[in-house]
Each structure stands twice: as C-alpha cells, then as structure tokens.
Nanobody
Framework: QVQLVESGGGLVQAGGSLRLSCAAS????????MGWFCQAPGKEREFVAA????????YYPNSVKGRFTISRDNSKNTVYLQMNSLTPEDTGVYYC????????????????WGQGTKVTVNT
C-alpha cells in the first residue's frame, strides 16, 4: 500500500496561485499513475489532473487546462499541482490519488487516496 498526504491548500484571492503537494510513503511513488481530484461544496468529486509514472504524460479536463500543471518528483516521492489564475469555481477539497493500473480520469480507477487539502478562492 501507499499512504498519501496532501498539503499546500489555503485561502487565496481570485487570480492568485497555489501549489499543492502530495507526499507518498509506504511504496515507491514511481509504481503509480497519480491524479488530483477536487470536490466542491455540494458536488461530486471531479478529475483535475493525472500524470503517468515517468512524468512524461499529463492529462487535464478543459476546465483547468492552461491554468493547472501536474508534476512529479519520484526521487522525493512527491506529486505537485501548480494552480494559477484561480477562480471561485476552483474552491473545494483537493485529493491526491494513486492508481496501480493504467492512466485513468475516473476516480473509480484509483486505489489509494489522501485525506485532502482545502482550497478556498475568494472574489
């Protein structure tokens, strides 16, 4: 198993930036495809970004493409989500997840989850 701990959330003004981190322990992160998901208040958890095992391939929904960047440092067992040009619609709890299979955009494909870090974007 792998344990995931997110950090970096907080309160930011619209147009601002945040960088989230997800630190893994228990197993080498390079074994997993990694993803970020967001659950906005009163809504279901949605896909935000995914990255392949080596970091060469990344995936985003149109809603964040060009604003968010997922990256990973396997030597540090850490995945990052750089979020720029934030809007109030980006508010939510952001979860890091690990997938032992292929790249997936659905949360059902992910095997391990962190506890989440809250992001609030004010107008």
């Amino acid at each position: 198993q792998v344990q995931l701990v997110e950090s970096g959330g907080g309160l930011v003004q619209a147009g601002g930036s945040l960088r989230l981190s997800c630190a893994a322990s228990g197993r080498t992160l390079s074994r997993y495809v990694m993803g970020w998901f967001c659950q906005a208040p009163g809504k279901e958890r949605e896909f935000v970004a995914a990255i392949g095992r080596s970091g060469d391939s990344t995936y985003y929904p149109n809603s964040v493409k060009g604003r968010f960047t997922i990256s990973r440092d396997n030597s540090k067992n850490t995945v990052y989500l750089q979020m720029n040009s934030l809007t109030p619609e980006d508010t939510g709890v952001y979860y890091c997840a690990a997938n032992a299979g292929g790249v997936g955009l659905s949360e059902n494909m992910y095997d391990f989850w962190g506890q989440g870090t809250k992001v609030t974007v004010n107008t």
